[in-house]
């Protein structure tokens, strides 16, 4: 076996501890020396090759800081890259196949967009030696003899060109000026803006100027830029992120069809209808996030998501979950759970004008313990309605009948600074004290699946995205309330966090018996948690109005009709998958009015 260790440069401080990794290290206490504090760095620091990995150091480190694994010593000769002594190991890449879309799937903090930026040239792999000055001359003889020396050479020696969709789109708006018809036009090498400006929908916003974009305006502007270029590899990283699940259609349709036939194409995501919808091939990445990530081989892109589900990657012969996700594969039965459920709240009919934009409510119900998913195209009045339920505005016509019910809010937009505490750990202390945060299941279910605990010593204004998330409904979630609205709760999350957050909202909703409504864009979370659908239609910024809550079935057949794209259920995962337009199934489902299920033996026989 072999050791690898990280350290939490951020987490680590010794001028707050009384240095126990140190100090119980029992390397240390016998004469050598397997962990020590430099004065220099002030910072600990593990030596792998002494270190036995008996895990002490990490029980008794009281800000968490520390993650030793022992791994298989064969696992060394497939080491591409590491950031430092103690920090990140990155184990394979995912291998792009000429005329192939390739997608990444895995957690955050885990190697994918490293990745990435290793096979687009802008780092050169150091092999796992710290210190040294990496060469290009020296990755090659590494590759030499697989399939990535090809790919590696023509990088290398600029016979192939790159086109980069970066993950963090805001900082378009830092390095980018002007006008967004001059920015793209500039671009513009393949001559394809006057039809794609169509297929994008960016007409209403050629004429703004950069820095005023919206995300989602941003990432369909990026991913526009990477197409519009002349190349040879296209990479996107996370290009779902911001967008509505309309926009994310539409996105993954451009670059399926306007991608070049011979191009590498690699595509990072974590909206998982997305990849299937997008990809042909898929690569698994696994491991320890902020310690180490090993690639898988290369799947099918249905076998591959599965094999992700299921916990389980056959070629590698390696368990990656301790359990299998799975889902809910009868809506009707779930249907016939509701209707035996009490009724919980109720709405009138409701009417509201915002800023130009109407609003139009149709009553609507909610049981006990239930959760209702809430679907429709951005800027259609879901959060109009959210702020309307929990007494934020009020309705021009009608009224709110939840006056004094105790209700947990979790907006879409959320900032640090807005919270009543400074430190994570001052907020899960306070928590901890009353209700069901005080319960040893939300302790183990919650606060350390969603990895709080190890945020304890952060400030919360200095959370990222995806932590801050986490935070924010981890705290909607301890309330005692009895109506939870949580509005887009899995962004800036990874699949397996989606999935944690769901499994806490529905434990906690059924447990309590109250109820929940979740806004949410990714198809694939609004199907695994909710019992019924309020969709929402319209003209987006002009007018609004909703139906529901009805049935899921019922309700994704409302909403993907007018997307105008099919679903069917994997038969072996039971998760919701996209069918390619045009498809024998695509037509099929078309034909017969059903968008959203297929018959088991419909489904067989396609």
Not at 117 to 135: C, Q, T, Y
Not at 253 to 279: F, G, M, Q
Not at 494 to 508: Q, S, Y
Not at 542 to 566: A, F, H, S, W, Y
Request: with cysteine; charged share 30%; glycine share 8%.
């Amino acid at each position: 076996m072999v050791r690898v260790a990280s350290i939490d440069r951020g987490l680590c401080n010794p001028r707050k501890c009384q240095l126990e990794c140190v100090r119980f290290c029992p390397i240390n206490r016998i004469g050598k020396k397997a962990i020590e504090v430099p004065q220099e760095v002030n910072k600990a620091v593990i030596y792998e090759d002494v270190c036995i990995g008996c895990g002490i150091c990490i029980r008794k480190c009281p800000f968490q800081a520390i993650a030793v694994v022992n791994l298989p010593d064969e696992l060394e000769k497939y080491v591409i890259h590491r950031y430092g002594l103690n920090a990140f190991k990155l184990y394979g890449l995912p291998i792009p196949h000429e005329g192939k879309i390739v997608g990444v799937i895995g957690k955050n903090g885990i190697g994918k967009t490293t990745a990435v930026r290793i096979l687009v040239g802008e780092i050169v792999p150091n092999l796992g030696m710290v210190g040294s000055n990496p060469s290009w001359d020296e990755a090659l003889k590494f590759f030499k003899g697989s399939e990535l020396y090809n790919y590696f050479s023509k990088l290398v020696d600029k016979k192939i060109r790159v086109a980069h969709k970066i993950q963090h789109v805001d900082a378009v708006r830092v390095y980018v000026k002007g006008y967004v018809r001059e920015v793209l036009e500039k671009i513009d090498e393949r001559g394809l803006l006057n039809e794609l400006k169509k297929f994008l929908d960016l007409e209403s916003i050629l004429e703004k100027k950069i820095p005023t974009l919206s995300g989602g305006e941003l990432q369909k502007i990026a991913v526009a830029a990477a197409l519009l270029r002349s190349a040879d590899v296209y990479v996107f990283d996370e290009p779902a992120s911001y967008l509505d699940i309309r926009e994310r259609l539409r996105v993954s349709r451009a670059i399926r069809k306007y991608v070049p036939s011979r191009a590498y194409t690699i595509v990072v995501e974590h909206d998982l209808a997305a990849v299937d919808y997008i990809a042909d091939l898929v690569s698994v990445v696994y491991g320890e996030p902020g310690l180490y990530g090993i690639y898988s081989k290369v799947y099918t892109v249905g076998s591959g998501i599965n094999h992700f589900l299921s916990g389980y990657l056959p070629a590698e012969n390696m368990r990656i979950r301790s359990e299998p996700v799975v889902f809910n594969t009868k809506p009707d039965q779930r249907v016939v759970e509701v209707e035996y459920k009490q009724v919980y709240l109720t709405w009138p009919d409701m009417y509201k004008t915002l800023d130009g934009f109407t609003l139009s409510i149709s009553q609507g119900e909610i049981r006990v313990g239930e959760v209702v998913g809430i679907v429709g195209p951005n800027g259609i009045g879901k959060t109009t309605f959210a702020r309307l339920i929990v007494g934020e505005i009020e309705p021009n016509v009608g009224h709110v009948p939840f006056r004094g019910l105790r209700i947990s809010y979790k907006p879409q937009y959320i900032k640090g600074e807005e919270f009543p505490w400074e430190y994570v750990g001052e907020a899960l202390e306070s928590i901890s004290k009353e209700g069901i945060a005080s319960s040893e299941w939300f302790a183990e279910e919650v606060t350390k699946k969603f990895k709080l605990h190890k945020l304890k010593e952060k400030k919360i204004r200095e959370l990222s995205g995806g932590e801050l998330q986490k935070f924010s409904v981890a705290i909607a979630l301890a309330r005692d309330a009895e109506l939870y609205v949580l509005d887009e709760p899995s962004a800036f999350l990874d699949v397996d966090e989606r999935l944690t957050v769901a499994k806490a909202i529905r434990k906690i909703i059924e447990g309590r018996k109250t109820a929940c409504l979740v806004i949410d864009h990714d198809i694939v979370l609004i199907d695994y948690i909710s019992d019924r659908l309020i969709v929402f239609s319209g003209e987006p910024g002009v007018r609004g109005q909703c139906v529901g809550p009805i049935d899921i079935r019922r309700g994704m057949n409302t909403l993907l009709k007018e997307l105008e794209v099919t679903f069917r259920r994997d038969i072996k995962t039971g998760r919701p998958r996209v069918n390619k337009p045009d498809s024998y199934l695509d037509r099929y489902l078309k034909s017969v009015g059903e968008y959203y299920y297929t018959k088991p033996a419909e489904e067989k026989e396609a």
